[in-house]
């Protein structure tokens, strides 16, 4: 258990006792970098770890079990909505706060879904993501203003479409439901395999689907492969 776990009473959210352990997983040095410079400059939070992809992010957090996790969706391995569901498993008491480029409805509502209590985006300022990190600590749920504006946005008009893909996310569903390898999509697409698996990670997410398998399907049934 984090060194910052709090007990709870009465039913509310009690702040952790210092410091809020945290731990980071983000798949860019330079982000986790950055982020680890700014929590560790507060005085009653520090980062207790990082880590890379999916499979290190499970590790590191049912071994520290920190106060709160600041997860990227779009990492390697089985990608950040997967690694919030293991989390919500086997580390149920940490508080998950994805840190992501998209908040489109579809990205928002899967990593919710999946256990994570708190969204931001990466454009978020400084203050807005201490901030964040001190309110899901206490098991309270925060969303960034641009996060629900869009939410609010879909639940408002039911008629917008719940998935929103990229060309390229598109470019990428319409060769897995061709049944091509990633190594293939990325000859046939010019992108490097790695750039691949991230569109990968984040079209499962997007379509709310654990597997290709699933994600071609969702193509058949919506029309997504023209002329096949």
Request: hydrophobic share 45%; with cysteine.
């Amino acid at each position: 258990m984090g060194e910052g776990r709090s007990s709870e009473t009465s039913g509310e959210p009690v702040p952790p006792e210092w410091p809020i352990t945290v731990v980071i997983v983000e798949d860019h040095g330079l982000v986790r970098a950055g982020m680890r410079e700014l929590v560790d400059a507060e005085a009653d939070m520090r980062v207790v770890g990082e880590a890379g992809d999916t499979d290190e992010g499970l590790e590191l957090v049912t071994s520290r079990r920190p106060d709160v996790a600041l997860v990227d969706l779009q990492i390697p391995g089985a990608g950040g909505v997967e690694l919030l569901r293991a989390m919500s498993t086997a580390a149920p008491e940490v508080h998950a706060l994805v840190v992501s480029a998209y908040d489109d409805y579809a990205y928002v509502t899967g990593a919710l879904e999946a256990g994570a209590i708190g969204y931001l985006p990466k454009t978020a300022t400084r203050v807005e993501l201490l901030d964040a990190i001190r309110t899901v600590a206490k098991g309270t749920m925060v969303l960034g203003h641009e996060v629900a504006r869009h939410l609010q946005r879909r639940w408002r008009d039911p008629g917008l479409p719940a998935v929103e893909l990229t060309q390229r996310e598109l470019d990428v569903l319409r060769l897995v439901a061709k049944g091509c390898a990633n190594k293939e999509i990325a000859r046939d697409l010019g992108l490097g395999l790695r750039t691949v698996e991230g569109y990968m990670s984040t079209v499962l997410a997007k379509l709310g689907v654990t597997s290709r398998t699933e994600a071609a399907l969702w193509a058949v049934e919506h029309h997504i492969v023209a002329g096949e």
